[in-house]
């Protein structure tokens, strides 16, 4: 996972939960790179499960609700980071259409090691996308406050609901319809 991914949680763990809340969880988790993160580099999605879960026991808010709070900071940071890729799209269904065919490609681009989702997309009516995730680290809420937060990114509403065909996470079916 990048390292992007670990600056920008504990940068929102420590505006939300203080400083304090950020050395616990780093001292609770077993981490190999001792918590020391640069947005450049790669580290064990392991660790994000460790840092997730010690938040999750402090604070008693289950790891998808956190993840899904994250996930809407995180929007912000791909905004401020790719805007140049944000802006090619003129709306939300649009940009949410081609995360697999061009976003997350161009990602690839920049870090041959990044660990992304997999999407199917179907535009199953002029207001309506089903995206099944796909992806052994089951951070679907995550990917629902992505979607969330694109909306909002272009003044725009929908409705989003979501069914795991896996229990575990690994596969989620989004249905997402524009208003
Ligand atoms: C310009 C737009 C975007 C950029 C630059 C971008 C980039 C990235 C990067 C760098 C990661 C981390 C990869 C790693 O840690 O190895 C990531 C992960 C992820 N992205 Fe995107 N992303 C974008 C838009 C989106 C959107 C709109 C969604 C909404 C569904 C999305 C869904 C995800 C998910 C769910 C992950 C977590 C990894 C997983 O579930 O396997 N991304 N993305």
Request: charge should be negative; charged fraction near 20%.
């Given at each position: 996972m990048k390292g992007i991914v670990f600056t920008e949680f504990l940068e929102l763990v420590e505006n939300k939960f203080g400083i304090e809340t950020v050395d616990q969880i780093i001292n609770e988790s077993e981490l190999e790179s001792n918590g020391v993160y640069t947005a450049v580099g790669t580290y064990k999605f392991?660790?994000?499960?460790?840092?997730?879960?010690n938040l999750s026991n402090l604070t008693n808010i289950s790891p998808n609700d956190l993840l899904k709070v994250y996930a809407l900071h995180f929007f912000d940071v791909l905004v401020q980071n790719y805007g140049s890729i944000l802006n090619m799209y003129k709306t939300p269904l649009e940009l949410l259409e081609?995360?697999?065919?061009?976003?997350?490609?161009?990602?690839?681009?920049?870090?041959?090691?990044?660990e992304l989702p997999y999407f199917e997309v179907a535009k199953t009516?002029?207001?309506?996308?089903?995206?099944?995730?796909?992806?052994?680290?089951?951070?679907?809420?995550?990917?629902?406050?992505?979607?969330?937060?694109?909306?909002?990114?272009?003044n725009q509403k929908a409705t989003i609901t979501y069914e795991l065909l896996k229990d575990d996470g690994t596969i989620v079916k989004f249905e997402i319809i524009k208003e």
């Open positions: 392991t660790e994000m499960v460790s840092l997730l879960t081609s995360i697999d065919a061009h976003i997350h490609v161009a990602v690839r681009k920049l870090y041959p090691d990044a009516s002029e207001n309506t996308l089903t995206m099944t995730y796909h992806s052994s680290r089951a951070m679907y809420a995550f990917a629902h406050g992505l979607m969330e937060k694109t909306f909002e990114h272009y």
